[in-house]
Nanobody, 127 residues
């Protein structure tokens, strides 16, 4: 059984930074790991994904501002968010891939490729 617990969310002014963490229990090393976000009344969308080799993919809206990384020894996923904008305000969710060793760093984000989810951490960007 895999459990994911996000932390690091909060309120920040535009232009600020936050670092989200996702502590995992259970095996994640050969699985894709991702961050999604969901604003009230909107669908859950992919933000960033990292595969077992460290290859990454980002949504166009966050490229150049967000960095996804993972520490396999600590079984923890991170999302460094810089130059935050009001439109980044959302609940952020960590997710683990459904199948091992998949090529998730190419193509589109597909929520169906992810089987395990955390409870989310809220990020609010406002002045």
């Amino acid at each position: 059984q895999v459990q994911l617990v996000e932390s690091g969310g909060g309120s920040v002014q535009p232009g600020g930074s936050l670092r989200l963490s996702c502590a995992a229990s259970g095996y994640t090393k050969t699985y894709c790991m991702a961050w999604f976000r969901q604003a009230p009344g909107k669908e859950r969308l992919g933000v960033a994904v990292i595969d077992q080799y460290g290859s990454t993919k980002y949504a166009d809206s966050v490229k150049g501002r967000f960095i996804i990384s993972k520490d396999n020894a600590q079984n923890t996923l991170y999302l460094q968010m810089n130059s935050l904008r009001p439109e980044d305000t959302s609940m952020y969710y960590c997710a683990r891939g459904r199948f091992s060793s998949t090529d998730c760093a190419s193509g589109d984000f597909d929520i169906r490729d992810f089987a395990y989810w955390g409870q989310g951490t809220q990020v609010t960007v406002s002045s």
